[in-house]
């Protein structure tokens, strides 16, 4: 039972640093590259604009639907999902 615990929450810790660290990346690269992101222009506007505005947020709700669907499937391994 304890070795069956350790793997459910080891799966779920590289789960959770790895949607973390994409997150990070997605946050810290956005702007980090504000510049050369914002030589390309959509609509007057440049796409660093579209990618703080909009891209940025719909990514994140991305991450949180992916979470969210693959800690179903491991609760679902380790017969958690009626808890």
Do not use: S
């Amino acid at each position: 039972m304890k070795g069956k615990r350790h793997l459910y929450w080891r799966k779920t810790r590289r789960l959770t640093f790895a949607l973390l660290l994409l997150w990070f990346c997605v946050t810290f690269g956005t702007t980090w590259f504000a510049r050369d992101i914002n030589q390309i222009v959509i609509f007057g506007f440049p796409l660093g604009f579209y990618m703080a505005a909009q891209g940025g947020l719909v990514l994140f709700l991305v991450i949180i639907w992916w979470y969210n669907r693959q800690m179903k499937k491991i609760d679902i391994e380790f017969g958690l999902e009626d808890e």
